[in-house]
C-alpha cells in the first residue's frame, strides 16, 4: 500500500499537469490513461498484469511485485484527478501573478500553484490510501507464496487447514485496527485545514 500509494501521487502529480496542458497532443494520452485505470475494475488489472504480462511474457516478476507496480498505476489515475481538482481549485489570479513576475507556465505551476494545491489535496490522498490498504486484499487472487501472503490470504489458508470462520474475523480486526486509527487522523488533518482555509479568508 505504501509503495502503491508513493508511485501513485509521483504518476498522479505528473498526469496531472499533462492532463492540464492546453496542447491535445500532451493531454490526450494523459486522458486516456486516467480513463483506462479508472473505468477497469483493479482486479482486472491484477490479474492481466500478472498471468497475462508478467507470466506471458516470461518477466522476472512475483505477484508481489506485479501487485506493487498495478496499485501505483492505479492510484495515479485518481490521484491524477485529486491533483487536477486541487490545482483547479487555485484562484486564476495566482497564475497570472506568477506569469506578470516573469515565470514561464511550468515555473509557476512549481513554484506558485502546486505546492497551494497540495495542501488541499492531503485529505483526499489519504483517503485513496485508506481505500488503498483495504484494496490489497485483491492480491489473494494471484496465488502468493507463504513469504508473500497478505492478511486475507493467511486468513484463507488457515481455515483450509481448521474449517474454522475465526481467521476471517481476526483479518476484519487487523485491518480495522490499522484503517480506523488512518480515518480518524484524515479527519483531523481535514478539520486542520479547514479552519485554517477559514482563518486565512477572514
Given at each position: 500500500?505504501?509503495?502503491?500509494?508513493?508511485?501513485?501521487?509521483?504518476?498522479?502529480?505528473?498526469?496531472?499537469?499533462?492532463?492540464?496542458?492546453?496542447?491535445?497532443?500532451?493531454?490526450?494520452?494523459?486522458?486516456?490513461?486516467?480513463?483506462?485505470?479508472?473505468?477497469?475494475?483493479?482486479?482486472?488489472?491484477?490479474?492481466?498484469?500478472?498471468?497475462?504480462?508478467?507470466?506471458?511474457?516470461?518477466?522476472?516478476?512475483?505477484?508481489?511485485?506485479?501487485?506493487?507496480?498495478?496499485?501505483?498505476?492505479?492510484?495515479g489515475?485518481?490521484?491524477?484527478?485529486?491533483?487536477?481538482?486541487?490545482?483547479?481549485?487555485?484562484?486564476r489570479?495566482?497564475?497570472?501573478?506568477?506569469?506578470?513576475?516573469?515565470?514561464?507556465?511550468?515555473?509557476?505551476?512549481?513554484?506558485a500553484?502546486?505546492?497551494?494545491?497540495v495542501?488541499?489535496?492531503?485529505?483526499?490522498?489519504?483517503?485513496?490510501?485508506?481505500?488503498?490498504?483495504?484494496?490489497?486484499?485483491l492480491?489473494?487472487?494471484?496465488g502468493?507464496?507463504a513469504e508473500?501472503?497478505?492478511?486475507?490470504?493467511?486468513?484463507?489458508?488457515?481455515?483450509?487447514?481448521?474449517?474454522?470462520?475465526?481467521?476471517f474475523?481476526a483479518a476484519?480486526a487487523?485491518?480495522?485496527a490499522?484503517?480506523?486509527p488512518?480515518?480518524r487522523?484524515?479527519?483531523?488533518?481535514e478539520?486542520?485545514?479547514?479552519?485554517?482555509?477559514v482563518?486565512i479568508?477572514?
Open positions: 500500500a505504501f509503495v502503491g500509494e508513493f508511485g501513485g501521487i509521483v504518476i498522479g502529480l505528473t498526469l496531472a499537469v499533462l492532463n492540464l496542458s492546453k496542447r491535445r497532443t500532451v493531454r490526450a494520452p494523459a486522458r486516456t490513461y486516467i480513463n483506462f485505470f479508472r473505468g477497469t475494475p483493479l482486479l482486472w488489472q491484477l490479474i492481466v498484469f500478472y498471468f497475462g504480462l508478467a507470466l506471458g511474457l516470461r518477466l522476472a516478476l512475483s505477484a508481489y511485485v506485479t501487485a506493487m507496480i498495478v496499485f501505483a498505476l492505479n492510484t489515475a485518481y490521484a491524477a484527478e485529486v491533483f487536477r481538482a486541487g490545482i483547479e481549485s487555485i484562484e489570479s495566482q497564475m497570472e501573478a506568477a506569469r506578470s513576475l516573469g515565470m514561464t507556465y511550468g515555473q509557476a505551476m512549481r513554484f500553484i502546486i505546492p497551494q494545491a495542501r488541499r489535496v492531503i485529505p483526499p490522498l489519504m483517503n485513496e490510501f485508506v481505500i488503498l490498504i483495504k484494496d490489497t486484499s492480491i489473494i487472487v494471484l502468493l507464496t508473500e501472503l497478505d492478511i486475507l490470504s493467511f486468513a484463507r489458508q488457515l481455515f483450509a487447514s481448521t474449517f474454522n470462520s475465526t481467521p474475523v476484519a487487523g485491518y480495522l490499522v484503517t480506523l488512518l480515518i487522523i484524515v479527519n483531523a488533518v478539520a486542520r485545514l479547514r479552519s485554517g482555509l482563518g479568508h477572514q
